[in-house]
């Protein structure tokens, strides 16, 4: 069954960056779009981008750009997002999910970032 | 980017009971889609292209809708089916998800 395991909640202080992954199994990683979504506490969900582990290719939301990196090891099955110049609006929980078309099919269980100094 | 107005913010049905919540594109879009998130878990597919049912949901949940105007709906409301729902969008980039809508038991 198509399981994405991430990694555990992050502290960071404000100026640094962070990198959170999403590791899965039970379906070929290199065949599906992997996207991050952004919740704040008590917000909705915002998309950030998806990664394309087959090849690399990536396309971002126009608001995170230079905010966020996806990356992806198909050694590993593990995609990967890093953010940086991290600000108290970063602080939320973001989400890995499976892209299927033009929906997302199947979600991690998400990883809390909370900044602050 | 294609703006989600969700209505009710929040509602409260009792068991057995018909629900209805609505999501309103500020432009047209092709299809939507529906997620369910409870309290501390992520969201969970319910609907895809605007009415099929994701594998496992019971069927006394249902879409329909076109153009700017969808609607999720649920036949007879149970206890487990208390959480928020959103609806999400990918006719145009980047995709986008409505406010949610909290559903409670009463």
């Known amino acids: 069954q198509v399981q994405l395991q991430q990694s555990g909640a992050e502290l960071v202080k404000p100026g640094s960056s962070v990198k959170i992954s999403c590791k899965a199994s039970g379906y070929t990683f290199t065949s599906y779009d992997m996207h991050w979504i952004k919740q704040q506490p008590g917000n909705g969900l915002e998309w950030i981008g998806w990664i394309y582990p087959g090849n690399g290719n990536t396309k971002y939301n126009q608001k995170f750009n230079g905010k966020a990196t996806l990356t992806a090891d198909k050694s590993s099955s593990t995609a990967y997002m890093q953010l940086s110049s991290l600000t108290s609006e970063d602080s939320a929980v973001y989400f890995c999910a499976r892209g299927a078309y033009w929906y997302f099919d199947f979600w991690g269980p998400g990883t809390m970032v909370t900044v602050s100094s | 980017e294609i703006v989600l107005t969700q209505s009710p913010t929040t509602t409260a049905a009792s068991p057995g009971e018909k629900v209805t919540i609505t999501c309103l594109a500020s432009s047209s879009v092709s299809n939507m889609y529906w997620y369910q998130q409870k309290s501390g878990a992520s969201p969970k597919l319910l609907i895809y292209?605007?009415?099929s049912l994701a594998s496992g949901v019971p069927d006394r949940f249902s879409g329909s809708g076109s153009g700017t105007s969808y609607s999720l709906t649920i036949n007879t409301m149970e206890a487990e089916d208390a959480a928020t729902y959103y609806c999400q969008q990918w006719s145009s980039n980047p995709p986008t998800f409505g406010a949610g809508t909290k559903l409670e038991l009463k």
């Open positions: 292209s605007t009415s």
